[in-house]
């Protein structure tokens, strides 16, 4: 058991390295924009909120919170927690569970109009008339794409460590995990002895701290279950098709914080360039120190980012 967490952590470990050094700069943006496919059929989103108790009504619109590929609402959690208490509780915050992630429902299709099309699906469940979008990483992609397609439902978008352009290098290390953690076996049950501890409560403390964000853990008397929180093999399948970004331009001027977080202090005007094709008074901020998890990286200067731009009159 010990040996596959090690195996996992370390590939976890080299996944954020390569994507680290393949990105010319880390980032996160804020946006609008999107149009409507009729054809295909949204899932249910599993989300949590973070909300006054006391009271249903919040001065400004939710901020919906999109995670990256392979990770899932729980890594938001803390995060949400305090953006929350940052924003002095002016908007509720919802941590959502994506397409074949996490608590959502599992399904054979994934492609990035599926997953704009179960946000606008959320959304309308909660008859919402604008959000705020904080995405991070393949969940920044989504964001993007939805800003794009729906202008007029997004009032602030954050993007965090992705840019819009094709995505294909970066995703390859994406696929390359997914490949390497396909031949680990996590579906299995093993008698408990194999935990040895002075005591059984002792050992499920010791399985819940070794279980990650991304598995799935059950545990019965005589035996434990693990399996991906994921869809593995449709993500395997389908995430060199999702790396794509279609060549739309926006027209939109409502507020747009694009904030680029690097390690060192990268020349920025190619990604300025870019994203402003898409989102012309894009805003940019860097944060020293930081890797792909920004959020986690430097909570800090993040959440101190995030919410002078939210708290910004429009």
Not at 210 to 230: A, C, G, H, L, M
């Amino acid at each position: 058991m010990s040996s596959f967490y090690h195996k996992f952590k370390v590939l976890l470990h080299s996944f954020n390295e390569s994507h680290r050094l393949s990105n010319i700069v880390r980032h996160l943006c804020i946006a609008a924009k999107g149009p409507n496919n009729e054809n295909l059929i949204p899932v249910e989103l599993s989300y949590a909120s973070y909300e006054n108790q006391t009271t249903q009504t919040h001065k400004y619109p939710p901020i919906l919170i999109l995670h990256g590929y392979l990770a899932s609402k729980r890594n938001w959690g803390g995060t949400a927690k305090r953006l929350f208490n940052e924003i002095n509780s002016q908007r509720k915050v919802l941590t959502i569970d994506m397409r074949n992630h996490g608590d959502t429902i599992h399904s054979n299709e994934h492609t990035n109009s599926h997953l704009v099309e179960d946000l606008r699906h959320f959304i309308q469940q909660f008859q919402l008339n604008t959000v705020a979008l904080l995405g991070h990483s393949y969940g920044g992609l989504i964001s993007m794409l939805f800003a794009l397609f729906y202008p007029d439902i997004v009032e602030k978008l954050i993007i965090v460590d992705i840019i819009p352009i094709d995505q294909t290098e970066n995703f390859r290390h994406v696929r390359a995990v997914l490949d390497t953690i396909s031949k680990i076996t996590v579906n299995t049950h093993r008698p408990n002895r194999e935990f040895p501890s002075r005591n059984a409560e002792e050992e499920s403390q010791q399985r819940r701290e070794v279980v990650p964000f991304n598995t799935t853990y059950s545990e019965r008397k005589w035996k434990y279950s693990i399996s991906w929180r994921f869809n593995l093999e449709v993500l395997r399948k389908h995430v060199l098709e999702t790396a794509s970004f279609p060549e739309i331009k926006g027209s939109k001027t409502s507020p747009i914080l694009n904030n680029t977080f690097q390690q060192l202090n990268f020349a920025t005007s190619k990604v300025q360039v870019t994203t402003k094709q898409y989102f012309p008074t894009a805003e940019f901020r860097y944060v020293q120190g930081a890797g792909h998890s920004v959020h986690a990286d430097k909570p800090t200067q993040f959440l101190e980012i995030c919410s002078e731009f939210l708290n910004r009159e429009s």
